[in-house]
Each structure stands twice: as structure tokens, then as C-alpha cells.
């Protein structure tokens, strides 16, 4: 009894201390030092909560695992403080495409670009313009060192602060052009790839994905070695440089646009403009609605409901380093009906910017925010938007650099195939952060569907890491990168089967956060903060009466703090009434030398468990219970004998109601309201559920 006191004087001690601040804050969600030392006495802990790199270099890890993952496994506690760090910088600077971008590559292990110095409004910042230079001089003198065809008197019924945008945009480009060229050096990507400038933009995709989308049997196989090489060629440093330096010109010259333009109206005497530079061709679109089927590095359109088709705001590998589109006003439609397209970095930067409209975007595949070895960028500033990835790799997703899909504000949907939605693979970090709006994140169920996972589709997506698995075919396994979905205010729908929403896989680290709203979230299997092989999931719900999986029928197993195979899995939700369906291996339930959390801190929650069978300590894996459980092996013989795993459920708060549908149980003393439960297989392998009332 005096054992049980303590522990409800902690917990509330714990809660007391949060509800001085009001509703609870994202950086004060945390288990007290004292909580964290009672879980580890109460269930025999042997080892902290973490695996150093000795352990986990027992796995046979790549070059390319990520300095940031082998940080944050040897110590779990800290993965919800970085995931909650980094989610914090999107969020708070979600305005700033530079800032997003930093923040990006600094994920996957690059600084460059930090406080960049850039020229006060009342400067142009460029050699060869004094201060005093009018918009139409500057720009007539930019056109002139570009060896354009026009010389900026076909602009001049522009209104200036027009003049001005394009002038400053195109300086930036200017500026970062060469570090772009010195990330991708000519000579050795093409004697890498067998390309060259004048290959098509598919030539360069096919090299680029050869070790994703090439097989042998099922299995991933390339004999594209180059493409494999390539990997090390690639100077990040260099492309995220240029990338911040691009954006910080952008979003410096549209918040001097914005605040020129800030009464805003229609001028539908403004025509378009077409002219060719040495850097390719720029297209001015005046204010009528325009129908767009050609691409150009700079694109730049004024007003009216557009529609955009074929490539657009995608990179030419070693022709075109750079494109950018920028859309002012409108109820637009990119409808590309393509692959590499809408802020697609293929061997290079490319950015997309609307500003105004309730917007549609579609895209066949690599597109919305996509990276293959470049930057890609797409940013939505207001409106009701849609953005759909027929098949893969879209709406912030990398391989090798950085995609990112912003939406400022709006009541948006998000639809794809799989592999999308804040993706990052190999030496990349994928991000989707919407700031706010009732929105739906779908991974479609006929997307990727695949037998060993009943036929369910195997998404990806969501908040994903995701490395290239090749043990079963080439041996080339390349590490994760990292996937972020960020969410900040409104009551979402979370919809994918199987690996989304946080998770990791072939140590990635997928990150899913969600700061504000009643949620509904929607998974079948490896999902809400799960992890497998050697990989970090995380997912963090902070406020709202949310639910998880609640009368889904396809919901399977392993999700809401689930990790298996040398991994960490984490669910934290931090307030709110909330409902959750757990079947086996859930809820902070461990497997094969992994750790597991799942947390609830406050609220008046009900569990329901659906379970069959009669786990006990000789079962191996299949009828592992939810709420705090491990499951057994027998000795290995190897390293992985010296492998803990640790499973917790912890509910810090609240009134709580467990419905449990049992054919057998597993427990001695079962999960109910104001308890203590353990589920023990072996000395290593050890699961504790603690459930506490705040009184």
C-alpha cells in the first residue's frame, strides 16, 4: 500500500506541475525523473533505456545511418524531446522557407546556411547595382548579365514592386547557381551515370531511383553500381547551402511583394511574358486565367485561376539547377498528370509558391515536395487545398537531400499511393507540416497492398523513415533517412494500414506529431509511434479527445508503441479523453531486443483490448498481450542475448475504463483503473503497466 501512495504522489506531483501552465505545453510534456525511477525499479530494469553503439553495431549497420539516430538510441527518453524540438522549429517558423529548410538537412545531419547575411530592403545586396537603382534599372541590368533576349522594357507596364520580384528573385538564383553546380560536380556525375546535360530528365530519375525501384523476384537488385556510388558523390553540404541562400532571397523579395501588394486586387490589363536568359526561360503569366503545358526555370504568374499541366517547377540534372514557380493569386489547378513534377529537386532545387486560393495539386509520381539528391520545396499560404500522389515519393519526400510540402492554413487533404507525407530514405529528410485546419492525411488502402502483410497496403508514409532493405536481394542495404508529419492546430483524419504515422524502418526515424484537435487516427499494423529493424518511431498527440483505431475492423497488431528487431517505438498522447482499440503487441509492447513506450498523461480514457489465446512465459511472439508486454525467445546464442527488451504502458491520469475481450489471462493481476501490472518473460525481457488517477 505505502508503495502504491508513492507512486500516486508522483504522478500527481507530475500532472500539478503542468496545470500551472494552462492547457499543456508541448515542452513540458515529459516523465518526471522521479516517475522514470520507480518504472525502472518496479519492473527489474537491468540496463537504462537505451542501446549504445556497441549494441547496436551487433546489427551490421551501413555508412549511411544518421549521426542524429545513433544519438537518440542511447537514450529513448530523449526521443520525444527531439521529436518535439524539431516539430517546435517547423511550426514556429513555418513561414519561412530558409528556416524549413535548415531545419531539414540539419535532421539528416548537415548545418550550412545558419544566419545567413542578407541585404537590408533598402539595398539590393548585388555588385553591380548602387543602392539607389529603381526597380526597372535593377532589372534591366540583371537581364543584361544573363544575356537575355529581352531587356526589360516589355515589363515596364509592371507595376514596380512586380519589377522589383522578379529582379530579386533572379538575383538569388544567381546567387545560388554555383553551389548547386558544386554539389553535383559535372565531370564525375556523368562518368558515374553514363549521362550527360543533354539526357532526359527520365534518364536521370531511372539512374537515380535504380536502387528503389530496380528488382530481382520481389527483391530490391540493381546493376546500376554508379547509382550506388553516387550516394557518396553527392556534396549535401554545398546543396543545402544553396538551397537556404535560394530561399532566403525568395522569401525575402515575397514579403516585400506581400506588403506592396497587400490590397491586393485583379489587373486584368497585365499580359504574359516570355523570354529566354542563360540560366533558360522565364515566363511572366498576367492576371487572366492562364492554361500552362510548358515548363521554364522561372515562372512567375500574377493572378487568375490557372491550371498547370505537364512538368512544372522541376530541375534539369546539370542543364537547369534551379526552377522555381510562384503563383500570386487564384484558385489554381496543377494537374501534371506526370512523374518529377510541383517542387521536384532532381539533381538541383526546385521551389513552388502559392500565395492565395483554394488550390488543387496532382502529381503521378516524385512530386509535391520531392527530392531525389536535390531540394524540394512547395509552399501553400492560404486556402483550401488538395494535394494527391497518384503513386510514390510526394508531398515532402527525399532520397538523398531534402522534400518539404508546407501548407500555411486551410482545411486540407492529402491523399497518396505510399511513400509520401514526410518520407525520408537514404540521406534525406522528408517533411509535411500543416499549420492549421481540419485536414485528412490518406495513404490509400489499394495503394501498395502486399501478401505478408495480409494484402493490407504498406504505406510508408505519414511520419516515415525508411531504408532500403537488401539482405533478401542485392545486400546493398542503404540506412533510413528522416520522415516528419507535423500537424499544428484542428481535428485531423489519419488514415494507412500498415507502417505509418511515426514509425521507422532499417534504422530511419519516422516522427508523426499532431499539437491540437480531436483526432482520429486510422491504422492496421507497424503504425502510431512503432519501429522495426534497427529503427526509431515517434508519435506525439499533445491535446484533444482523440481516437485511436477505434471500431476499425482491420486494425491487426503492433501499433501505439510497438518495436521489434533492435528498435524503439514511442506513443505519447498528452491530453484529453481518448479512445483506443489495441490488439495484440500494442501499447508499449516490445519485441526481440527492442524497447517500447506508450504513454497517455491525462484524461478519462477508455481501453478497449481484443486478444485471443494463452500467452504465459513460453510463448514466443504471437499472443503477446497490449498494455506492457514483451515477448520471449529462446537464447540466440549471439549478441542479441545481450539485447534487452522493455515494454511500458504508463496512463499518468484520469479515470480510466479497460474493456477486455479475452479468450484467456495473460495477466495475474489484469489492466484496470488505479493498478499495477507485470508481464515478465525473462530477466531481459520484462513489460510493466502502470495506470494512476490524478487526485
Known sequence: MMMRRSVYVVIVTLVTSMSAFGQLSREHLSISDSLWRHIEQKAGFAKPFGFT????????????????????????????????TVTKNLLDNIHDPAALIRTAYGCADISAGRMLSMPPPTSWGYSSLADSATSAEALRVVLQQLHSSSTGDNVRE?????????????????????????AFPKKEFEELSGLTAASSRDEWYRFAAAPWADDRLGQLATLNKGSLQTLKSAD????????????????????????????????????????????????????????????????IDFGGNDMYKGRQAVTSPLREPISVL?????????????????????????????????DRYRVKESGLGCAWYGTGLIMDYAGGDAYTVDKSWGQGAAHIGAGILADLGGNDEYICADQSQGMGSTLGTGIL??????DRYVARDDGNPTPIYLDQSVAMAQGCGFGRRADLGDGHSLAGGVGILCDGKGNDYYSAQVWAQ??????????CEDREGNDMYRSGKYSIGAAAHFAIGCKVDLLGDDSYTEGYKEAVN??????????????????????????????????????????????????????????????????????????????????????????????????DIYNLDLQAQPWKKPPTNNTIWQFIRSFRERGIGIDMENK
Open 502 to 511: 511515426g514509425c521507422g524502418y532499417w534504422w530511419g526515424l519516422g516522427i
Open 433 to 438: 507540416v500543416d499549420a492549421t485546419g481540419n
Open 326 to 358: 510562384i503563383d500570386v493569386a487564384g484558385d489554381d489547378i496543377y494537374d501534371t498528370d506526370t512523374t518529377l513534377s510541383l517542387g521536384c529537386g532532381l539533381f538541383g532545387v526546385a521551389m513552388l509558391f502559392d500565395m492565395r486560393g483554394n
Open 158 to 182: 509592371y507595376p514596380a514592386h512586380y519589377q522589383k520580384l522578379l529582379a530579386r528573385i533572379l538575383i538569388g538564383i544567381m546567387e545560388s547557381k554555383p553551389w548547386v553546380e558544386a
Open 53 to 84: 553503439e556497441d549494441e547496436m553495431r551487433g546489427y551490421g549497420p551501413d555508412e549511411f545511418v544518421l549521426r542524429n539516430v545513433w544519438t537518440l538510441f542511447r537514450n529513448a527518453r530523449t526521443i520525444p524531446r527531439y521529436s518535439g
Open 558 to 655: 503492433q501499433y501505439l508503441g510497438h518495436a521489434r528487431d533492435g528498435s524503439i517505438g514511442i506513443s505519447i498522447d498528452g491530453e484529453g479523453n481518448d479512445k483506443y482499440l489495441f490488439k495484440t503487441h500494442c501499447g508499449g509492447a516490445a519485441d526481440l531486443g527492442s524497447l517500447a513506450l506508450f504513454w497517455d498523461n491525462a484524461g478519462n480514457d477508455t481501453y478497449t483490448a481484443i486478444i485471443s489465446g494463452a500467452p504465459n512465459a513460453k510463448d514466443t511472439w504471437s499472443d503477446t498481450p497490449p498494455f506492457g508486454a514483451i515477448s520471449g525467445y529462446t537464447p540466440f546464442y549471439t549478441f542479441r542475448d545481450d539485447i534487452q527488451s522493455y515494454g511500458i504502458f504508463l496512463d499518468s491520469g484520469g479515470k
Open 236 to 299: 549535401r553540404k554545398y546543396l543545402a547551402f544553396a538551397s537556404a541562400l535560394l530561399a532566403t532571397h525568395i522569401h525575402l523579395a515575397l514579403g516585400e511583394f506581400r506588403t506592396a501588394d497587400s490590397n491586393y486586387t485583379e489587373r486584368t490589363s497585365l499580359k504574359g511574358i516570355t523570354f529566354m536568359t542563360d540560366l533558360g526561360m522565364v515566363r511572366l503569366l498576367g492576371t487572366g486565367a492562364d492554361t500552362v503545358t510548358t515548363s521554364c526555370f522561372l515562372s
